[in-house]
């Protein structure tokens, strides 16, 4: 059994520094924009239109999307999912990770990232490089939180959410789904569905229809 990454962009550098750092065979990489035959080292496998042959072949293997973008990484992983992928997790092996974590397949979890006890991390979450979340968060599918985030315990994040660089949001705050937190922002109240919050405190300067 191995890994095959799809990205080969800056995100599926990090998701590929990821693997190796725990001895994880990487079999090959797969991208709609790479045509040279290697990548990295690694074997390049095709793009899209050869899912089904890939598949087939390394039928033992285990996929990362690896795309920054929520919404492209829930588009391209819910394609895979109908053709049979399965997924894997890419944790790096200086992330600490309560053994009574709960993390779901697909999810990428940086170097030097915290996961406290009891707390459930959705599929195809990306937890960047030193994140920290505290004991007892929830976060659903698709999320990402970038570099430097912290959550305190007990805080909830909605589907399809991405946390700025540096934001801190504190203990038991619940923020939508589909909703932006900017960069440096600090959270100290409920943020809904949609909404883009900036500053510190974090306001909403927009909520998408």
Same mark, same amino acid.
């Given at each position: 059994?191995?890994?095959?990454?799809?990205?080969?962009?800056?995100?599926?550098?990090?998701?590929? +520094?990821?693997?190796?750092?725990?001895?994880?065979?990487?079999?090959?990489?797969?991208?709609?924009?790479?045509?040279?035959?290697?990548?990295?080292?690694?074997?390049?496998?095709?793009?899209?239109?050869?899912?089904?042959?890939?598949?087939?072949?390394?039928?033992?293997?285990?996929?990362?999307?690896?795309?920054? +973008?929520?919404?492209?990484?829930?588009?391209?992983?819910?394609?895979?999912?109908?053709?049979?992928?399965?997924?894997?997790?890419?944790?790096?092996?200086?992330?600490?990770?309560?053994? +009574?974590?709960?993390?779901?397949?697909?999810?990428?979890?940086?170097?030097?990232?915290?996961?406290?006890?009891?707390?459930?991390?959705?599929?195809?979450?990306?937890?960047?490089?030193?994140?920290?979340? +505290?004991?007892?968060?929830?976060?659903?599918?698709?999320?990402?939180?970038?570099?430097?985030?912290?959550?305190?315990?007990?805080?909830?994040?909605?589907?399809?959410?991405?946390?700025?660089?540096?934001?801190?949001?504190?203990?038991?705050?619940?923020?939508?789904?589909?909703?932006?937190?900017?960069?440096?922002?600090?959270?100290?109240?409920?943020?809904?569905?949609?909404?883009?919050?900036?500053?510190?405190?974090?306001?909403?300067?927009?909520?998408?229809?």
């Amino acid at each position: 059994m191995g890994y095959i990454i799809f990205g080969t962009g800056g995100h599926g550098k990090v998701v590929l +520094d990821n693997l190796r750092s725990i001895g994880e065979d990487v079999l090959g990489v797969m991208d709609d924009r790479w045509s040279e035959a290697e990548w990295r080292g690694v074997p390049f496998l095709g793009g899209m239109d050869h899912l089904e042959q890939i598949v087939r072949k390394y039928s033992n293997s285990l996929f990362i999307v690896a795309i920054g +973008d929520n919404a492209t990484r829930g588009r391209i992983a819910t394609y895979f999912e109908q053709r049979g992928v399965r997924f894997g997790k890419a944790v790096h092996s200086s992330a600490v990770i309560s053994p +009574d974590a709960c993390v779901g397949e697909g999810t990428v979890i940086m170097a030097n990232s915290v996961v406290n006890a009891d707390v459930v991390v959705g599929r195809h979450v990306i937890i960047n490089t030193g994140t920290t979340v +505290d004991h007892d968060c929830n976060i659903k599918d698709y999320v990402h939180l970038s570099p430097g985030v912290h959550l305190a315990g007990q805080v909830e994040i909605g589907a399809y959410t991405h946390i700025g660089i540096g934001a801190s949001l504190i203990p038991e705050i619940k923020v939508g789904k589909e909703t932006r937190i900017g960069a440096g922002a600090c959270v100290i109240r409920n943020i809904p569905d949609g909404a883009t919050a900036v500053g510190c405190p974090a306001k909403v300067i927009k909520i998408s229809n």
